[in-house]
Each structure stands twice: as C-alpha cells, then as structure tokens.
C-alpha cells in the first residue's frame, strides 16, 4: 500500500535524525556510568523526570491541537499563531516564577544544596516550550529534513558541550593548559551540574535557530485568535490530562525508587535501573519516531475511504518491526551490555526485556488512538491515561519495596498492556477497525518463542552467540514473508 509505505518512509526520516542524535546521545551513558557513580547518575534521571512533567503541563496538549485545527481551518497561519502564542506565555510565565522560587523547589526535592541544578532545568523547559510549536509545523508540512537537521544539531551541540565539559576541560587542567581560560567557565570536580549546562546551551541554541528561520516562525505568525484559542483548548484539555497521567507512566518509577527504598541503597538502585533502561533505546527512537510522522498521518488519511484498512495494516507492520527490534536486542544483550562497561550497572539488565515489551505495547496503544484523535473524543484519551496512571503509581507502590526496581519494570508492562486493552474496547464501540488480532498474536507468539528458546540455548562456539543468530535470522524470514504479504498480496494492492 502506498500510503503505508509513505508512513514508514516519514518515519525512516524522521527516525534518522532520533537515531543519529539519540544514538549519538546514548554513547554519552558510558561516559556518564564511567564518571558518576550510580547514586550520582541518579540524579541526571530524577531532573529529567520532573522536566518531562512540566513540559507536558506546559505545551497543554497544543501539539495534537495543532495538527487537528492546521487541516480543518481555513486560515492556517492563524492555528500557528494561536498554538505558538499560548505556549510562548506559558513558558514566559514558568521561567519568571520558576526563576524566582529555584531554591524553594530545590529545597522540596532535596537538593537545597545545589539550587542551580532547578534553575538551569527551569531555563531548559522554557527554551523547549517555546520550540514545540514551530517544530510542530514542519511534522505538519512533511519537512522532515528540516525536522531532522534542526534535531541532529542540538543533540551534536548537547554532546559536544558534554565531551568538552566532562573530559577536554578536566585533561587542560590536569596539563596545565590554558587554566586561566578553562578557570572562567569550568570549575573542578567533574558533576552532574555539566550535563544540565551543556542541555541548557543547546536548548537555547536550538530556539534561536528556529526564531531566525523565517520560513517557520515568522512568516506562520498573525494575530491570534482567541475564538480559535477557546476550540484549542476544548480539544487538548484532555490530552493535557492524558499527557499528564502518561508522564506519570514513563517516569513515577524514577520518582519513587528514591522515596519508596531505603536512603541507603535508593539512589544507587535508581542509577542501576536508570542506565540499563537506557538500554532499551533502539526500540524507544522507532516508537518516538513512528509517533512523529503517525500523528499526521492519521488526520490526513481519515477522509479517505480506505482510511480503516490503512490503520488495521498500520498496526500489523508495527507489530512486526518493534518485535524484530525486541529480538535483536535479547538475543545480543551480552555484546549490547558492553555499552555500559562500569559492570555495577549491570546486574539490572534482566529489566530490558520487560521493558521492551512494555515500550511495543505503547507503540501499539499509539496506532489504536487514532480512533479517538479523529472523532474529537479526546477526553477518552485522558480515561485511559488516568487508568494507567493509577495502576502505575499502585503497582509502584506495592511492588518497589518488596522487589525494587524490578518492581518497576513490571509496573511499566502492566501499565501498557491495560491501556492498551482499555483503549481497543472503547475504539471498537466508537470507531471499529477490524484489527487481525490474530495475525498479531501469532507474531507476538513466534517471537516469545524464539526469545524463550534462546534462554535455553547455552552453546556458543568462539564467543559468538550461533544459537541466537540462526534464531534471529529465521525471524527476519519470517518477518520478510509478512510483510510481502501486506504489501503485495491483491486484497491490499488494490489500495495503492
């Protein structure tokens, strides 16, 4: 089909630049492993937890509104200025006031001695709020290129700023290079605080090349519409709720590790399970990048008359390639691992395969909310993400004391599998699409498989795992026939 090959070569697009820059971003874990030890990792994890809150609280849902209004209104510029506007202030007004009470925030979370670690994250969140909009715009205009370089240059900018502050500023001083000039803006020991000011700097920098684009901002921005703006937010409350709940979902785990084990090892198992969740990244850029170019495409397809057939198909090629990236990834953890070479991380690798499925069953709740996007039953979405938000912070609750952060590993799963189910039994009351749940439950059970046998394969000749490859490879010809089926058999042909 066509139109589904056209989805996945957006997301093959937009999905290089979160490789490139994410993968590139990743290689900084064994920087950080090697530097800080676990209880100081943690800390990088705690922040961007709360960022990722109050981003969500900030954008209010503006994003999805964006591209819902962008296709339905006559006047485009005027859904741009609005959107823009109305995060703009709210990150005027989150910069003032977060500026203003830094140290009583970092009082609260117990880091009365380092107020600055909140006052540059308040400085990070505002500079992203103001990019969400007009990076909107170019998802929504298919300029994905655009999307991406923009993308690649603020992670080689982050990485960079990391590498200088964290090892060529450390090396001059210890050389006796340039110490006067490395004194002005680097200040021994070697700190976490490094991480948030190179962040910082790249944010900034990524906002400046946005407002000096012309093409994205400038030319998009009229007066805003305060009519439009009451639509807006009539469609996104919901969606803030559910941003909100679904933030709750990816990082109460990180929160309440630190307060629900003892002081003593909480940070230190927080670190552990922090890095090796990072692990699980190539699974998390499809997901993310999938997201990016599904969104349009769900409202851009929805007044075709194929529309149901491209999203049932939809699912089922996701299906397959996040199991494919679920595979790869447990049948070579032992060679993966060797990213994380400060080997007190790893005894907490056993999480990744949980979180894998955990992450492909998001994926999978992403294709089955089209059904809610389109209808404007938003506040469906807000049910949903309410429901896994409970269950997250009860299963957390009850399962971190007793078994850790495992514990919170499995929350994650439990968490996406039930949104999941909640979100096709509303769908198939309010906007059936006849999904082949058993074509999908049959992937699910060939890969289980395969990843089941590996576990009991032992041999290995030469240190290179032949089990695990014979395995993976049957799994890519299998994979190949499908997708051969979904693409070129007649039943699907005749919709290209």
């Known amino acids: ?230 639509k807006m937010l009539k469609y996104s409350w919901p969606i803030l709720i559910a941003g909100v709940a679904f933030i709750i979902n990816e990082t109460a785990d990180k929160i309440l590790i630190k307060h629900l084990l003892p002081k003593g090892i909480a940070m230190r198992e927080l670190g552990i399970y922090s890095a090796c969740y990072k692990l699980t990244i190539f699974m998390t850029l499809f997901v993310q990048a999938y997201r990016f170019a599904a969104e349009p495409f769900f409202f851009n397809q929805f007044s075709k008359p194929n529309a149901k057939t491209v999203y049932s198909l939809m699912l089922q090629v996701f299906t397959l390639l996040s199991l494919f990236i679920f595979l790869f990834v447990v049948l070579y953890l032992d060679f993966i691992k060797l990213i994380i070479p400060n080997t007190l991380y790893h005894e907490g690798l056993k999480i990744v395969p949980i979180v894998l499925l955990a992450n492909i069953f998001l994926g999978i709740y992403y294709n089955l909310s089209v059904w809610y996007k389109v209808t404007n039953k938003t506040y469906y979405a807000a049910v949903i993400s309410m429901i896994g938000a409970f269950l997250t912070i009860i299963f957390n609750i009850v399962l971190i004391p007793k078994y850790g952060y495992m514990g919170a590993a499995w929350t994650t799963l439990i968490c996406y599998m039930t949104m999941t189910l909640v979100s096709f039994y509303f769908g198939q009351h309010n906007f059936k699409i006849n999904y082949s749940l058993r074509r999908i439950s049959y992937y699910f059970f060939i890969t289980l498989s395969v990843f089941f046998v590996s576990q009991v394969l032992t041999q290995k000749i030469y240190n290179i795992q032949i089990d695990n490859t014979i395995l993976f490879l049957l799994y890519i010809i299998f994979m190949y026939m499908e997708l051969r089926r979904i693409f070129f058999n007649k039943k699907t042909k005749i919709l290209s």
């Open 1 to 230: 089909m066509s139109e589904i090959k056209n989805l996945f070569n957006q997301t093959i697009v937009y999905g290089f630049s979160s490789v490139v820059a994410r993968i590139l971003n990743f290689f900084l874990v064994p920087l950080y492993t090697v530097l800080f030890m676990p209880s100081e990792y943690a800390i990088v994890a705690e922040m961007y937890a709360y960022a990722a809150l109050i981003m969500v609280l900030g954008s209010f849902g503006m994003e999805t509104a964006f591209f819902r209004f962008y296709t339905t209104t006559k006047n485009p510029s005027s859904v741009f200025s609005t959107a823009f506007s109305f995060v703009l202030s709210n990150a005027i007004l989150f910069l003032f006031f977060g500026s203003v009470f830094h140290q009583e925030i970092a009082n609260c979370l117990g880091h009365s001695n380092h107020p600055e670690y909140v006052l540059y994250f308040v400085l990070i969140i505002g500079f992203d709020l103001f990019s969400i909009i007009p990076f909107s715009i170019l998802r929504q205009q298919n300029k994905a290129l655009k999307f991406a370089t923009i993308k690649t240059v603020n992670i080689l900018i982050n990485i960079s700023l990391n590498l200088f502050f964290l090892l060529l500023c450390p090396y001059l001083l210890k050389q006796g290079f340039l110490t006067e000039l490395i004194g002005f803006f680097y200040t021994p020991p070697v700190s976490v605080l490094y991480v948030f000011i190179s962040n910082l700097i790249a944010s900034l920098l990524t906002a400046i090349i946005l407002l000096s684009d012309r093409t994205i901002i400038i030319i998009n921005l009229i007066r805003p519409n305060y009519t439009l703006l009451k």
